[in-house]
């Protein structure tokens, strides 16, 4: 089994910055992808920022230019560094990490989800 812990959210004024943290631990051979979501309310889940084991990233529209996602040194850790923050960027942000794990002689992949972490803007 996989667990997946989001932090680093809170409340921030217009324009400022936060860096939001996902640690993935547990049965982990390898990772391919993890990928930051955010969902406001009344609102559909959306990817905000995408990252690939081989060190690709994508971003939403809404927030290239803004945030980045990063790899830290950390083995299994994500940042999500956010800045020039908006008020549209409250939401719930969640961390998926898609991880490869060993059971016996065989591997398999399966995708996680974290519980979240809170993200408010202030205008």
């Known amino acids: 089994q996989v667990q997946v812990v989001e932090s680093g959210g809170g409340l921030v004024q217009a324009g400022g910055s936060l860096r939001l943290s996902c640690v993935a631990s547990?049965?982990?051979?390898?990772?391919?992808?993890v990928g930051w979501y955010r969902q406001a309310p009344g609102k559909q889940r959306e990817l905000v920022a995408r990252?690939?084991?081989?060190?690709?990233?994508s971003y939403a529209n809404s927030v290239k230019g803004r945030f980045t996602i990063s790899r830290a040194n950390v083995k299994n850790t994500v940042y999500l560094q956010m800045n020039s923050l908006k008020p549209e960027d409250t939401a719930v942000y969640y961390c998926?990490?898609?991880?490869?794990?060993?059971?016996?002689?065989?591997?398999?992949?399966?995708?996680?989800w974290g519980q979240g972490t809170q993200v408010t803007v202030s205008s």
């Open positions: 998926n990490v898609a991880a490869v794990s060993e059971g016996g002689s065989y591997r398999y992949e399966n995708n996680y």
């Open positions: 547990g049965n982990i051979f390898s990772i391919n992808f």
């Open positions: 990252l690939t084991d081989g060190g690709v990233t």
